[in-house]
C-alpha cells in the first residue's frame, strides 16, 4: 500500500505497522488510533459509497460498479440501491433485469425507499419478477410513504396509476401486505 509520500507501507499480519516515530503507542488512544487507521484501509471504508455515487453521476458506470458490487455484497442498502438500477439500465455492467431485481429487493427489504419504488416498477412491468399487480402496490404504498418530500408527488402519480389498474380486492391485499411488511436489516 502507498503512503502519502509515495513510499510503500509496511504490514505485519494485514495491519499496516506503526509510523517510525521513537515513541510507543500504548493504552485507550492506541487502540483507537488503530481502528481509525485500520478503518482507513479497510476495503468499504465510508467514502467508498459516495465514491460509487459520484461515479453513477460522472456517468463512470464501470468504475460505480466495482466500488459498489463489494458494498452491497455486505448488505449496505444504498450501494444495492445503485448496484440495481446499474443492472436495471446495464450501465457498468451487463443489462440483466433479474439481478435488478434481487438488488432492489436486498435494498428494499431494509427500508430503501428508491429501491422499493424501482422494485415495485419491475413487478408491474413484470422485468426480472413475474408480473404481480399487487406486490407492485406493495412496494409503491412503502415507497411513497417513506419517499423525500421532492420526490412524493410523482411516486403517488405513479402508485395510483397502478391502482387504477387494481380490483379492490387486489387494493386491500397490497395494502394489507404493505401494513404488514417490516424492514430487515442484513447486518
Given at each position: 500500500?502507498?503512503n502519502?509520500?509515495?513510499?510503500?507501507?509496511?504490514?505485519e499480519?494485514?495491519?499496516?505497522?506503526a509510523?517510525?516515530?521513537?515513541y510507543r503507542?500504548?493504552?485507550?488512544?492506541?487502540?483507537?488510533a488503530?481502528?481509525?487507521?485500520?478503518?482507513?484501509?479497510?476495503?468499504?471504508?465510508?467514502?467508498?459509497?459516495?465514491?460509487g455515487?459520484?461515479?453513477?453521476?460522472?456517468?463512470?458506470?464501470q468504475?460505480?460498479?466495482?466500488?459498489?458490487?463489494?458494498?452491497?455484497e455486505?448488505?449496505?442498502?444504498?450501494?444495492?440501491?445503485?448496484?440495481?438500477?446499474l443492472?436495471?439500465?446495464?450501465?457498468?455492467v451487463?443489462?440483466?433485469?433479474?439481478?435488478a431485481?434481487m438488488?432492489y429487493?436486498?435494498?428494499?427489504?431494509?427500508?430503501?425507499?428508491?429501491?422499493?419504488?424501482?422494485?415495485g416498477?419491475?413487478?408491474d412491468r413484470?422485468?426480472?419478477?413475474?408480473?404481480?399487480?399487487?406486490?407492485?402496490?406493495?412496494?409503491?404504498?412503502?415507497?411513497?410513504?417513506?419517499?423525500?418530500?421532492?420526490?412524493?408527488?410523482?411516486?403517488?402519480?405513479?402508485?395510483?396509476?397502478?391502482?387504477?389498474?387494481?380490483?379492490?380486492g387486489?387494493?386491500?391485499?397490497?395494502?394489507?401486505?404493505?401494513?404488514?411488511?417490516?424492514?430487515?436489516?442484513?447486518?
Open positions: 500500500m502507498m502519502s509520500d509515495g513510499g510503500d507501507r509496511e504490514f499480519d494485514g495491519v499496516p505497522s509510523p517510525a516515530c521513537g503507542w500504548r493504552g485507550p488512544f492506541a487502540v483507537a488503530a481502528a481509525l487507521v485500520m478503518s482507513m484501509f479497510a476495503p468499504g471504508f465510508a467514502q467508498s459509497l459516495r465514491q455515487v459520484v461515479a453513477v453521476h460522472r456517468q463512470d458506470y468504475r460505480a460498479s466495482r466500488i459498489l458490487i463489494p458494498l452491497a455486505r448488505g449496505n442498502p444504498s450501494a444495492q440501491s445503485y448496484l440495481g438500477f443492472f436495471e439500465t446495464g450501465r457498468g451487463p443489462q440483466n433485469y433479474t439481478e431485481a438488488w429487493r436486498r435494498a428494499a427489504e431494509q427500508g430503501d425507499s428508491l429501491a422499493q419504488y424501482s422494485l416498477l419491475l413487478y413484470g422485468q426480472g419478477v413475474p408480473r404481480d399487480i399487487v406486490e407492485a402496490s406493495k412496494w409503491l404504498n412503502l415507497s411513497t410513504a417513506a419517499a423525500p418530500p421532492q420526490a412524493r408527488e410523482a411516486r403517488q402519480r405513479i402508485r395510483d396509476a397502478i391502482t387504477t389498474k387494481m380490483s379492490r387486489e387494493i386491500a391485499q397490497a395494502r394489507l401486505r404493505a401494513l404488514e411488511w417490516v424492514p430487515i436489516r442484513e447486518h
